[in-house]
């Protein structure tokens, strides 16, 4: 069994532990401040309720993006380091 993992390997682990994490903190948020504000805007475009769940998937959904663009950018560089 080959023990050695990429660079590629690590980094998606810690990206789906990061976008766990934004859930769980999404979650804990929604659940405490629903009372204060029973709904939030995203980009002032769309007014959602504030749930658990929905703040949940929102922070899982905008972590997935912000972290898919950086690694979509590393691959990039990575690809003209070749030397």
């Known amino acids: 069994m080959n023990d050695e993992r990429t660079g590629r390997q690590v980094l998606l682990v810690v990206g789906g532990v990061v976008v766990g994490l934004a859930g769980l903190i999404g979650f804990f948020i929604g659940s405490n401040s629903a009372a204060s504000s029973p709904t939030f ?43």
Not at 61 to 82: C, K
């Open 41 to 83: 805007e995203v980009f002032e475009t769309v007014a959602l309720p504030t749930t658990p769940v929905s703040v949940a998937l929102y922070g899982m959904l905008l972590t997935s993006i912000v972290l898919g663009g950086l690694f979509v950018a590393v691959e990039a560089a990575s690809r003209y380091d070749d030397r």
